[in-house]
């Protein structure tokens, strides 16, 4: 009987050991395209909802984006695309300093074409580098976990364009 259960642990441990080995890690940097200018006909991030009467920026608690940027594989707008960052942020905390990130990155390039990573979490909007969660992801990057950042690359004020470099390390099957 003990013998039986030892050989039952041994076996799940192994399985679990091959399975962990398995797992590749990638590490990808690319430039989100983001216009945030509402004016715009090509705007890609745009507040939808907030607090009845007050302004729906995004130091404001309460305030909703929706967003959808080109993604590119230089800051260059021109270069190669990548794909779309699809999703929304939160702006969560009180003192508006933290924004709640759920994004999804759709893959459309050769390489990755339909798979898509899944981001969630806390980002610290006024702190360069501040990383979110990667919780999930389909296809090439089924079961992945990680980590990612976001910092502004480039930013032009009166248009409201910005650059926004976006760095992901996963490991997934
Ligand atoms: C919007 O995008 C189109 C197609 O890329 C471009 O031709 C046009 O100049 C852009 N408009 C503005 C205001 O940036
Ligand atoms: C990605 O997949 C879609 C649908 O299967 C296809 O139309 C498109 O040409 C593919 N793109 C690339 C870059 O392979
Ligand atoms: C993102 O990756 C680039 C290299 O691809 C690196 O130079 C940069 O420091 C990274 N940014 C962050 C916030 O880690």
Redesign the pocket.
Known sequence: MLTNLFLVLVLATATFLAKASDLKETKL?MYLQDISDVGNPNVTVIPVAGIAGKAWTVTQFGTIFVTDDYITETADPKSPGVGRAQGMYVTAGLDGLNSHVMISIVFRNKEYNGSTIQIQGISQQFV??TEVAVVAGTGKFRFARGYA?F?TYFLDIPTQYSVI?F?VTVQHH
């Open positions: 940097s360069p580098g950042t910092e470099r760095n």
